[in-house]
């Protein structure tokens, strides 16, 4: 029997133009998939979904933060790459104070549903940017030391998939993790 030649480390997939073409809209979606998540783990949504008011400043034992701490991070962290990506003004908080909340307990079950609301608010600014095909994925952003969007899309996709797992770990550990 005669085997058929492997298909070269150079692809057709590799190749083409990325702005505008068939290649160019299939890493827009598959980034748009990204960052949505709940490809390889659950939606943020379904870790932050009635979490209980009286946990959501509790630590657990052998954790590091509450649930209104890692919220926080992740959405100033978010917002920030997001503008770092439109916006030349913006100037980034102090690192890494500036990326916590100064207490581990929500001010309020208002500001709890802000954070969220916040949160999906720039999740969806950083899509449309992704959607948008002025957008050039791969030109290094003006004012970002050769940084470039995908790149940052990339780092926010990991940002928030790595602390969707401690909010998952957290939920568990404070015995509130639907287990299957």
Do not use: C
């Not at 009635?50 to 926080?72: I, S």
């Not at 030391?145 to 940052?152: A, C, F, P, Y």
Request: net charge positive.
């Amino acid at each position: 029997m005669k085997k058929k030649p492997r298909a070269s480390s150079q692809s057709k997939a590799t190749h083409g133009n990325s702005s505008g073409g068939k290649t160019d809209q299939d890493l827009r979606k598959q980034l748009v998939t990204l960052l949505k998540g709940g490809q390889a783990h659950v939606h943020f949504g379904d870790a932050l979904d009635d979490f209980p008011v009286r946990k959501r400043g509790v630590p657990a034992k052998g954790l590091a933060h509450t649930a209104w701490q890692l919220l926080e991070h992740v959405r100033i962290a978010q917002w920030d790459i997001l503008e770092f990506s439109r916006n030349a003004e913006h100037v980034s908080p102090e690192f890494p104070e500036g990326y916590w909340p100064k207490s581990p307990i929500p001010p309020s079950p208002a500001a709890w549903d802000k954070s969220i609301r916040d949160f999906h608010y720039d999740l969806l600014q950083m899509i449309a940017l992704v959607e948008n095909p002025k957008t050039d994925l791969h030109a290094a952003i003006p004012h970002g030391n050769g940084k470039t969007i995908l790149r940052e899309v990339l780092v926010l996709a990991d940002h928030n998939s790595y602390h969707l797992g401690q909010l998952v770990d957290l939920r568990r550990a404070l015995g509130i993790w639907p287990e299957a």
